[in-house]
């Protein structure tokens, strides 16, 4: 039972790098990256990819989109401190509060975020923002980073 679930685990990795690196762009423009997440067992958990790369010039002109994915049955959370969900409300007003959504077992999630940040900064800068499951925390869960590059 257990290569099995190996060689699944293996798949899911493999599809969730090609799609994230891929920066596929949906109906709207906006760059859309995909996390997929796992359980490892002995209580711990993981998104993948766990290392992501969006260039400013080219990803994030149109929007920025993430999608999240949680195949298990648990709910785990997606956090990056340093970055923000967008929300446009009825009258088209649009607020931001920090990125942390709850993705519940067989549910997927797409969730915008804010560019706001990036515009107006020098081009050459590059930010880095670690993401990881605030539900299950230290070492039961294995964060990743965002690489926000020029």
């Not at 920025?64 to 990056?80: C, G, I, M």
């Amino acid at each position: 039972m257990s290569r099995p679930l190996s060689i699944l685990s293996v798949v899911m990795v493999a599809v969730a790098a090609l799609v994230a690196g891929d920066g596929s762009f949906d109906a709207t423009g906006a760059a859309e990256f995909h996390f997929v997440s796992e359980s490892l067992g002995d209580g711990r958990a993981i998104w993948v990819p766990k290392d992501v790369v969006i260039h400013k010039r080219t990803e994030i002109q149109d929007g920025l989109a993430f999608v999240l994915e949680n195949p298990t049955d648990r709910t785990h959370a997606f956090a990056a401190h340093g970055l923000f969900e967008e929300i446009t409300g009825a009258q088209g007003e649009t607020t931001r509060k920090p990125l942390r959504v709850n993705v519940t077992p067989d549910d997927s999630v797409r969730v915008q975020v804010s560019t706001a940040q990036f515009e107006g900064i020098e081009e050459s800068v590059n930010e880095d923002f670690e993401f990881f499951c605030p539900l299950h925390k230290g070492k039961a869960h294995l964060g990743g980073t965002i690489h926000v590059v020029p």
